[in-house]
């Protein structure tokens, strides 16, 4: 079986919305309802394992729907956030956390 792509899962998951009936204009309520699945998510990880993929599962759909809401194309602002993130460099600060490293400026004024 081949796996969905973002795309075609945001697509599937706007077509279940449209069909259902389901809140599509609501971008603030669709905030809130993703938060409540991430809260899901996190429960199951502690508490019962064997149900972390549905959760996980229903915090991508929220997130899709958000992003077909809003206009994003998501698979794409993933790409580029990777190409990003693979980009930067990180450095341990004095705590030991990774933190970005950020760039010396050089040249003229800002």
Do not use: C
């Not at 669709?30 to 599962?57: H, I, Q, V, Y």
């Not at 956030?81 to 050089?106: C, F, I, M, P, W």
């Amino acid at each position: 079986m081949t796996k969905p792509t973002i795309t075609a899962i945001q697509e599937r998951a706007w077509r279940n919305k449209l069909a259902k009936g389901f809140n599509t204009v609501d971008i603030p309520l669709e905030f809130a309802l993703a938060f409540t699945e991430l809260g899901e998510a996190f429960d199951a990880w502690k508490r019962s394992p064997e149900t972390l993929p549905g959760e996980l599962a229903d915090v991508l759909i929220y997130l899709v729907s958000i992003a077909q809401m809003t206009g994003v194309d998501l698979s794409q602002a993933v790409a580029d956030k990777l190409a990003d993130n693979e980009g930067r460099t990180y450095t341990r600060n004095s705590r030991g956390h990774q933190v970005k490293a950020v760039a010396e400026q050089t040249g003229g004024a800002a």
